[in-house]
């Protein structure tokens, strides 16, 4: 039988010393960064503390995790904001648009080259009414841990004519996470 999201991210936490993520508070966790320049080539969640909500929920820490906080990754979904300001979203559906992209997690490439696809999976209503098309790694997930710097480079392009696109890109990461628990009434 395989190990549930929090057995994984205990043992790989316990694999890499952090022996005190156990003691932490588990939740779902989702981030998200959205770069609202038109490119054919976006990385996101590099940079993101410089960038405010609601163009990405990263705040100051940027794209690392504090002591004691972690995500394992079930899902990785892609959308588009319409507009410079970030508010308004469209799903990468409703452009036809598919991503090629790569998961580096400490400088360690640990997705390399998988493909979004416009016709997979819906999920993360943006606006409440348009899905984001996501990847599902649920019964693998992968491990993003306190104090180390993660990115998502992704290309988008046309899902039917495999041609590059310049757009606007947002990305979700969502899971398991543990959140700081200071264990105390304050």
């Known amino acids: 039988m395989g190990m549930s999201a929090q057995q994984k991210m205990l043992h790989v936490a316990d694999r890499l010393g952090l022996t005190t993520l156990k003691d932490m508070q588990g939740s779902t966790r989702m981030v998200y960064d959205s770069i609202t320049t038109v490119a054919a080539t976006h990385t996101l969640f590099k940079g993101a503390s410089q960038r405010a909500f609601p163009l990405t929920n990263v705040g100051a820490n940027g794209n690392q995790f504090q002591v004691d906080e972690a995500l394992l990754v079930e899902k990785i979904g892609f959308f588009v904001p319409t507009l410079v300001d970030g508010i308004a979203y469209t799903s990468t559906a409703g452009g036809a648009l598919s991503v090629k992209f790569d998961l580096v997690i ?81």
């Open 106 to 186: 400490g400088n360690k490439t640990v997705i390399k080259d998988a493909t979004c696809e416009v016709g997979g999976e819906q999920a993360f209503f943006n606006d409440g009414t348009v899905a984001s098309s996501v990847i599902d790694l649920e019964g693998v997930g992968i491990l993003i841990p306190p104090q180390v710097e993660y990115y998502v480079v992704a290309k988008a392009f046309d899902g039917p004519s495999r041609v590059s696109v310049s757009t606007r890109l947002g990305c979700y990461l969502f899971g398991t996470g543990a959140l700081l628990n200071f264990n105390t009434t304050i």
